[in-house]
């Protein structure tokens, strides 16, 4: 997608006042390369899992996984609705922006100053839909708009004019644009990190090669990131970490349009094998619940010593927390999720 004005670094007070917070963690020592932890909700009967996904930044794809036996639509009063916000980091060097194709998710390091410690602030994208990719590798942002216009490439106005669907040349600035209100233009030629007018999909396959954010996670990364800043695309289905010093693995739906990425038992052992070195003795780890795993996928970090609880069992036991927001209304395109308690929704 190519935005035909390039505008500077703006302002952006009025949107970051009704911004959710993002979800930043301290980075983690001692050999950990996990971050986050899953909790347990019971929503209100007229709220949807996609409701969920956007309130608490875990997207489509990871609240899907980690609820299976849910209707996503409709929960049902009184369910038991795993958060799945538990993240395994991508491999080092973690510096910039790094986004996993199959998880879904874009992890950003901001760098370490005297006022600030080294963090990690992750947010989930949609990738793009079948019959197109992102390209994978190594770029740099190169440029920054804010209510960016589109004009629309020849062939994706073919593509959905093929499906009966009329389609425009050109899309103006504002909520309509399929380019939300910000984006961040990485060297890949045609291919920016940017909002959405389509929320609800995030964290599934929509774009075109773009990566999409929820418009209030557009609205975060957007100013904290300046051209020049290292960006990494890569693809992996299966991630492998450390959490308290034992082994967690999760598994994520390949995604066909790139080269099929090992998952088998060799891969997984090559890669924990490559993971930092780990104090006190080696532990067994439950070979049989890894080759399970790689068939049939996880999106919360699974640990793989044996005895140890499977993510589900351990939070069937944990308190729930009431969800009583109000589902996103019919301004769901705007940056202005429902207000948290003590925070204020700005004025703009």
Not at 85 to 99: A, D, N, Q
Not at 192 to 215: A, D, E, V
């Amino acid at each position: 997608m190519r935005p035909p004005f390039r505008l500077g670094i703006p302002v952006l007070a009025g949107l970051f006042a009704t911004a959710a917070p993002a979800l930043e963690f301290a980075l983690p020592t001692q050999g950990d390369t996990v971050v986050g932890e899953a909790f347990v909700v019971t929503p209100t009967p007229d709220n949807t899992l996609f409701d969920l996904a956007r309130y608490f930044d875990t997207g489509a794809l990871d609240i899907t996984l980690s609820n299976p036996r849910l209707d996503p639509w409709v929960p049902g009063a009184g369910q038991r609705v795993i958060i799945p916000t538990e993240y395994i980091l991508p491999p080092k060097p973690w510096r910039g922006i790094v986004v996993n194709i199959p998880q879904r998710r874009l992890f950003y390091f901001p760098p370490k100053t005297a006022r600030r410690p080294a963090t990690v602030i992750t947010f989930p994208v949609s990738i793009a839909r079948e019959g197109w990719s992102t390209p994978l590798g190594d770029t740099r942002v190169v440029g920054k708009y804010k209510d960016p216009a589109w004009i629309v490439p020849r062939s994706i106005k073919a593509e959905h004019e093929a499906g009966g669907e009329p389609f425009p040349d050109y899309f103006p600035p504002g909520v309509d644009n399929p380019m939300g209100m910000l984006a961040i233009q990485t060297g890949f030629r045609g291919i920016f990190i940017h909002g959405t007018n389509k929320p609800w999909g995030l964290g599934l396959r929509q774009s075109h090669g773009c990566l999409h954010l929820y418009p209030e996670d557009a609205v975060q990364l957007f100013g904290q990131v300046a051209a020049g800043l290292p960006v990494r695309i890569e693809n992996r289905p299966l991630v492998v970490g450390i959490r308290h010093g034992g082994v967690v693995m999760a598994r994520y739906p390949g995604v066909s349009e790139y080269p099929a990425a090992p998952v088998g038992l060799d891969t997984l052992r090559a890669r924990i094998a490559a993971l930092p070195p780990r104090a006190g003795p080696p532990e067994e780890l439950d070979w049989a619940r890894a080759k399970a795993l790689l068939g049939s996928g996880s999106a919360l970090p699974v640990p793989l010593a044996v005895g140890s609880p499977l993510p589900a069992r351990r939070l069937a036991d944990a308190p729930a927390r009431p969800y009583t927001h109000p589902p996103y209304g019919s301004d769901a395109n705007q940056a202005s999720p429902p207000v948290r308690p003590g925070s204020a929704a700005g004025t703009d």
